[in-house]
């Protein structure tokens, strides 16, 4: 007989990529886990995972087994969630991904009084700057910055994010003010990797403009783009919960152009096909009023 029990331990396991990180979650003991992921193989007749001392892999019959576990183990955590909901409260597990410097400095702020509210509640937050596939991911919805472009998803605008090019003074004072999208292709860019060099986006009066410049340093961290411009090592196009600090500290300057960037958002999105919790729903609207329109970070 299958047991949802080993079920679960099975998709925690490939979820968190050992029976120790499925351990933390699951708030067993490593043994239990490992009785609970033994006992599923025996009921099915085969190993769904190769263990080895270095890491864990799916089987494939893993690999076949693995979406329609984290559909049951879904199911239920929904079914549950129903119930809880119909009698006025908010509960079970929610999983959520989102950016690391906004998930610091506005996400958490916005989150801390959203769970103290739900006590039954129990959210992780994985924090991470690299695009998530919340289709298959095991996320319940991803929070992201910029152009909503996948057609898999369903995404709610939690609000609009304004983008500034930004430079020290010394860098300035060194190279010059650009002041039209010509003059920015002999300056040194600092650019955020997960985009590329082509992230400087311009609105114009034909439509969206991209101008590729120099790259002189590229990150995957908004905080350390941040931190590189104020070292005078080129222009960067930073939005404005990161760049807004440091604007108004005077380490930073938002270049004057004669255009703006090009408008984007911070969104909430999950996964076409499924149909979002109310808690997922609550925590849309929580977050959009915490943020506000326009969002208080964009007071620079």
């Not at 679960?8 to 609970?36: D, M, Y």
């Not at 004057?256 to 984007?264: H, M, N, Q, R, S």
């Amino acid at each position: 007989m299958i047991r949802i029990e080993g079920i679960a331990a099975f998709v925690a396991t490939v979820e968190n990529g050992s029976i120790s990180g499925a351990a933390r979650q699951l708030r067993l003991s490593k043994s239990v886990v490992s009785e609970r992921l033994a006992e599923l193989e025996r009921s099915l007749g085969g190993a769904l995972l190769h263990r080895s001392t270095r890491k864990l892999s799916l089987t494939e019959d893993g690999a076949a087994f693995l979406p329609r576990a984290q559909r049951i183990t879904r199911d239920i955590a929904e079914a549950a969630a129903a119930i809880a909901e119909r009698r006025g409260t908010l509960s079970g597990p929610l999983r959520l991904a989102a950016p690391v410097t906004f998930g610091r400095l506005h996400l958490g702020p916005a989150l801390y009084p959203f769970l103290k509210a739900h006590p039954d509640l129990a959210l992780t937050l994985d924090l991470d700057d690299r695009r998530i596939d919340v289709a298959s991911s095991g996320h319940d919805a991803i929070i992201r910055h910029g152009v909503i472009d996948d057609t898999r998803l369903v995404a709610w605008k939690l609000a609009k994010s304004r983008r500034l090019l930004t430079a020290s003074a010394a860098y300035l004072a060194e190279y010059g003010t650009p002041r039209t999208l010509n003059d920015l292709r002999r300056h040194r860019g600092i650019f955020y990797t997960n985009r590329g060099a082509a992230d400087w986006r311009f609105r114009t009066a034909a439509g969206p403009v991209s101008v590729q410049a120099r790259s002189m340093f590229g990150v995957n961290n908004g905080d350390m783009m941040r931190d590189a411009a104020i070292a005078g090592l080129g222009l960067a196009m930073l939005p404005a919960f990161i760049a807004a600090p440091a604007i108004k500290a005077g380490d930073l300057t938002a270049v004057p152009l004669d255009v703006a960037p090009d408008e984007e958002y911070l969104y909430m999105a999950h996964a076409q096909g499924r149909d979002p919790s109310a808690k997922l729903r609550a925590l849309r609207d929580c977050l959009k009023e915490a943020f506000g329109d326009p969002p208080y970070w964009d007071a620079v």
